[in-house]
Nanobody, 116 residues
């Protein structure tokens, strides 16, 4: 099995920055994509950013120009650099991964709170 562990969440003031990390471990053979989702209280989980095995990335319109997703294939790690954070970015951020046999894995989530 594959386990995803996120880190880097916390409390930050509006306009500040955070860098989230997600490292996959376990029986990893192929990673087709890794991505970040978020879920705020009372709202649906939404895609934030995704990066494919071909290093193609895509972003939610709400974070374009502010967030950057990247990956380190050697470390099986995906990062989300979040700049110019806004209160509406407050959510639990989840890492996910599409691996072999169309298996999808989720991390436990890390809380990001943007507040003054």
């Amino acid at each position: 099995q594959v386990q995803l562990v996120e880190s880097g969440g916390g409390l930050v003031q509006p306009g500040g920055s955070l860098r989230l990390s997600c490292t996959a471990s376990g029986s990893i053979f192929t990673i087709y994509y890794m991505g970040w989702y978020r879920q705020a209280p009372g709202k649906q989980r939404e895609l934030v950013a995704i990066i494919t095995s071909g290093n193609k990335s895509d972003y939610s319109d709400s974070v374009k120009g502010r967030f950057t997703i990247s990956r380190d294939n050697a470390k099986n790690t995906v990062y989300l650099q979040m700049n110019s954070l806004k209160p509406e970015d407050t959510a639990v951020y989840y890492c996910n991964l599409l691996g072999s046999r169309a298996m999808i894995y989720w991390g436990q989530g890390t809380q990001v709170t943007v507040s003054s």
